[in-house]
Each structure stands twice: as C-alpha cells, then as structure tokens.
C-alpha cells in the first residue's frame, strides 16, 4: 500500500491533520532502486558480436520449420514473436504432437536472463537454441541432419558465408546457433508505461498502478522480480511459506535436475515478469491462466503476508503496465529447397 505520513494544514485559521499520499517522484526514486528500464538497443553479446547479416541468418533460422525432422516445427512455434514470444500452451506441442514437459518461457527479453530455460541449464541463447532442435520431445533432429539441410540449398550457403566471413567451412551447428542467438537477443520490449515512468515520467502510471507498483516493493515481490528483466535473475524455491497445489508443481524438481544438491528442489528461475499480461498460462507447469490468479497463487506461496482483494487488483494493474513495444518482425521468404534437401520425418 502506499506510504502515508501527516502533515498540518491551515484551513480558514483552523489546524487539522490531513493524509498526504507519498510522492510520485519519491516512489520513481524507489522503484530506481530495485528496476532498470529495458534499452532500447541490443545488448553486445561476449563471444558473438551481431552483424546485420548475422541478425539476418538468425532471423530466417528462427522461423524455419526444417529444422526440425518433421519439416514443421521452428523456434518460433513455441517462441512465437506475435503471442508475446511464447505459445499459449500449457506445455509446447512438439514431434509427433508429444507435449514437453514445461510451460515455455517467452523468449522476449531472454538476453538479460542469466541463463536460459527454467532451470537454467543453458549458459545463454547459443546453447539454449541448440537442446529444442535434438530433444525427441521437440524438434526431434541431430545435428548432422541440421547441417545435412542447410548444405542442401545454396541459399542458405551464402547467408553463412555473409554472416561468418573469412571461415572455411560456416555452415555448422555451432554457427547456426550463434546466428539464432544474435536475432533473439534483438526481441526486446522497450517503452513500456513502466520504464516511462522509470525514467522520470509519473503521469505513466495511474493511481492504481503506482499502488500495485507500491505493494510490490514492499511485499518483498521485487526481491525475487527485480532488474531489467524483472526476473531471470536467479533460482528460488516455489513454495517458501506455503507449497502450492501439486497439480501446480507437477512433481518437477526443477533446478535440482542439474545440480543435484538437496537445496535446489523444487527451485526455478524466477520468470521475467516483462509483458506477462501476453504470456499464459503461467508457471513452469503452465496450470495457471489468469494473471489475478497467478498472483494470488505468489501471495499465498512465496510472501510472509498474503495480499488482500485490493492488492491483488493493484498488482495485477501494475504487471500490465510492463507491457512494451512489441517486436514487429516480417516474416522471411525461406530458402528454396533442392534434390538433396532432406524429406521430412514424420514417424
């Protein structure tokens, strides 16, 4: 709730107390400390430096279906640019409509993540790009055949050469990953109200919304939901006060998975809260649809207080208020296929 402190005011000769409400630069002042605005521009990638024509490679890889076995599945089926970056699934549909085992993070604005899928088990998007194309569950290819493909039309022979000068052989697994990571990290969301009023703007968030921004501070949401991303910074255990329903868990151990120490069960990277009005279903279990709902599954799970009716409804305005530009991205005209182009597997 918003801070209040009292103040004497002179009306007619006569004394009286009088609420006065926190100020809105006081309140931009605080949330400075705990929030930073989304760039407008890329950042640099350590070991990768974009290119226009690598973006360009990376563009075409990301909607193109054969690189999966089947012919038809892409980055952006699970990814999609236009749902917010992800798929509105519970869980993605993937090789011979098998269904993955999590709910897939929005790939907008995963570069500030600080590592990728929900346990973290990919250093950065080169690496993450790489386990949807071999998981049987997913894309259901090798790389062999990835590489196998993208020989198989020249088209694609000289956007590697483009996007990899000087390199004697580009076209590789490892290259196409590079390419993939350079254009996600291009899907970013800036100008949303709330990094307007980061910014020093106290007229782009209304009084509701400064309210539910104001609880989120101080309901200690903001600990595990900070930063650029607003999350992604780290792994938290889900449940600290209070385990959801275990239809909500889904018995998944999370970061345990990889790491194997007792402490991380049931761990999982904190999810970017950016544009996650566009994003349902939520959790890794993809069990939650509605956003007031998610919110109060948060408040019951992982606060010392839980939020009342009007909180909730504060916060739940203030999380819109995330909401950024939206990537308008055209969709490519793929290479053309040959002879030697791998026919689709579909068994």
């Known amino acids: 709730m918003k801070k209040t402190t009292l103040s004497v005011l002179i009306i007619a000769g006569m004394f009286c107390l009088a609420p006065v409400v926190q ?40 909607f193109e279906p054969r690189l999966s076995s089947s012919a038809l599945i892409s980055c952006n089926t699970c990814h999609n640019v236009g749902l917010g970056g992800a798929d509105f699934q519970e869980t993605s549909t993937g090789h011979k409509w098998r269904k ?15 590592a990728q899928f929900w346990d973290g088990r990919a250093k950065d998007l080169a690496e993450q790009a790489k386990g949807p194309v071999q998981a049987s569950v997913e894309m259901n290819n090798r790389p062999e055949m990835v590489v196998k493909t993208l020989k198989s039309m020249p088209e694609y022979i000289e956007l590697f050469k483009k996007a990899f000068p000087g390199e004697k052989d580009p076209v590789t697994f490892d290259n196409m990953a590079k390419a993939i990571e350079v254009f996600e990290a291009t899907l970013v969301t800036p100008d949303a109200p709330f990094d307007l009023f980061l910014k020093g703007d106290e007229k782009a968030l209304n009084t509701a919304e ?11 949401c903001s600990d595990c939901h900070g930063g650029i991303n607003m999350g992604g910074d780290d792994y938290y255990n889900f449940g600290v006060i209070k385990v959801p329903a275990s239809r909500l868990v889904a018995d998944d151990k999370g970061r345990f998975k990889v790491t194997q120490k007792p402490g991380d069960e049931f761990a999982f990277k904190s999810p970017s809260l950016r544009n996650i009005e566009l994003t ?4 890794h279990s993809g069990k939650v649809w509605a956003l007031k709902a998610a919110v109060v599954v948060m408040s019951t799970a992982q606060l010392e207080s839980e939020l009342t009716k009007k909180e909730v409804d504060d916060v739940v305005a203030f999380l ?9 991205i055209e969709h490519p005209i793929l290479p053309k296929p040959t002879d030697k182009t791998p026919q689709p597997v579909l068994d």
């Open 23 to 62: 100020a809105a630069d006081s309140l931009i002042t605080e949330a400075q400390g705990y929030f930073k605005p989304i760039p407008a521009a890329a950042p640099v990638l350590k070991g990768n430096p974009a290119t226009p024509a690598k973006i360009e490679l990376g563009k075409v890889l990301y």
């Open 100 to 114: 993955g085992p999590r709910n897939a993070p929005t790939v907008l604005n995963s570069v500030y993540n600080v």
């Open 210 to 220: 400064k309210r539910g921004l104001q609880t989120f501070i101080d309901k200690g």
């Open 280 to 283: 349902a279903p939520y959790f």
């Open 320 to 328: 819109k208020t995330t909401t950024g530009k939206q990537p308008r």
